[in-house]
């Protein structure tokens, strides 16, 4: 009975406002230190891997690589990203301090790499963001693969007259062993997106303005939402996100993935 009792405020703001709304509050509060500390270190990099790069490489599409220590699945994502039916992009990978492998040899294809880890997936992908010129900015993790049509298929709906200002495709989810667990395909609703947890950045194409950059937030694996939870539902506080039901991702589900989190909590 004490148990219900205690827990029925809190029973009654999830229901008002979401759980994944109230941990990312619980977040900004903990982990505001941490991500003062990585802004300015995104900042600084940004501006010395600007310097070795000669100029911001510039596309209409500019994708985004993160990647640590997965040198045969980054290969494997890199060849998905260039094998795009789309051919104006640029794609640029972001070590997070870990070191480069050889990399398929293409002049759209670019790659840096941190000064050091910063464990942070925001900050990785936001330094591929400032690194890049573009029209629209896709993301793709480095265990993760793009089907060939995934751009073409985003860009559809985006260049339309009065289209929205991003679209996220749907999932097709594949254990280790390379078979299909299932498809994840939810027509976009903010409100339900406080509640549920299926908004995913590999799946996410969308058009560069200043809402476009990721939580710096230093997230462990077990701190939920994830930063891509983050960016699509504060991105559509201001504009259009829209949802493609066709499957153009296959998303690993790994629980060992360095920067994802599978299972929420019991909220």
């Known amino acids: 009975m004490m148990r219900r009792t205690v827990r029925a405020p809190w029973e009654l703001l999830k229901r008002a406002f979401g759980w994944l709304v109230l941990f990312e509050a619980r977040n900004k509060i903990l982990l505001a230190p941490s ?3 990585l802004r300015r270190f995104e900042s600084a990099e940004s501006a010395r891997l600007a310097a070795t790069l000669g ?4 596309a209409l599409v500019a994708t985004v690589i993160a990647t640590h220590r997965r040198p045969e699945a980054l290969r494997a994502a890199v060849r998905s990203a260039l094998g795009q039916t789309v051919t104006d992009q640029v794609v640029l990978v972001v070590d997070d301090g870990a070191g480069l ?3 398929p040899p293409d002049p759209r294809l670019f790659a840096v790499s941190l000064a050091r880890s910063t464990g942070t997936a925001g900050v990785v992908r936001n330094v591929g963001i400032r690194l890049t010129r573009s029209r629209y900015v896709a993301f793709l993790d480095d265990d993760n693969l793009w089907e060939p049509d995934h751009l073409e298929r985003a860009l559809a709906v985006l ?3 009065a289209g929205p200002d991003a679209v996220y495709t749907a999932l097709r989810r594949v254990l280790p062993d390379g078979t299909e667990r299932d498809v994840l395909s939810v027509p976009f609703d903010r409100r339900r997106a406080a509640h549920e947890a299926f908004l995913d950045t590999n799946a ?3 058009r560069r303005n200043r809402a476009l950059h990721f939580s710096r937030l230093r997230r462990a694996p077990e701190v939920l939402p994830r930063e891509d939870w983050e960016l699509i539902r ?3 506080r201001r504009h259009e996100v829209r949802h493609l039901p ?3 991702v296959r998303y690993l589900v790994n629980p060992e993935s360095f920067y994802t989190a599978w299972q929420p909590p019991g909220a």
């Open 35 to 37: 991500a003062l500390r």
């Open 204 to 206: 996410f194409v969308a």
């Open 234 to 236: 504060r991105y559509a």
């Open 159 to 161: 260049e339309r007259p």
């Open 55 to 58: 100029g911001a490489p510039a």
């Open 246 to 248: 066709h499957p153009t």
């Open 101 to 103: 492998p050889e990399l």
